[in-house]
């Protein structure tokens, strides 16, 4: 630990800057890299605090990680709604990681649209991409 704020710690030599780039810069970088923005965890990163969705939007968000083993079956309903409401592409994912999240099962995503939306949704999506 001394050698951290020896050298470390704010105004000592190896001290380095954090910079943590706006939302919207990193949107536009991911744009600016053929990539798709997706708001992965809403329920977990909004926090409770919806209204801030329609602001995340305006900046260019494109997806929303609408079934996630985090949302509840209500979560994820709402989520899929908004996704259709602000036209953004939504996504499914358990965020299984193995041995180090033991409790979350690989696909246990909860998804509840049917095969043909999510194929329509695909096509879209790549449309989208290209």
């Not at 305006?58 to 509840?72: N, Q, R, V, W």
């Not at 709604?81 to 979350?104: M, N, V």
Request: aromatic letters at 8%; a negative charge.
């Amino acid at each position: 630990m001394n050698f951290y704020w020896d050298f470390y710690a704010q105004g000592k030599p190896c001290h380095v800057e954090i910079e943590i780039p706006t939302m919207k810069d990193i949107i536009q970088m991911i744009h600016q890299n053929h990539g798709l923005a997706v708001l992965a965890h809403p329920c977990i990163n909004l926090n409770g605090k919806e209204e801030l969705l329609c602001g995340i939007v305006s900046l260019g968000m494109d997806g929303i990680e609408a079934f996630s083993s985090y949302h509840t079956p209500q979560q994820a309903t709402n989520r899929l709604e908004q996704a259709r409401k602000y036209h953004l592409f939504y996504t499914c994912g358990s965020d299984f990681h193995g041995k180090t999240k033991p409790s979350i099962a690989l696909g246990g995503h909860g998804c509840i649209a049917s095969k043909e939306e999510m194929e329509r949704e695909l096509v879209k999506l790549i449309e989208k991409a290209c």
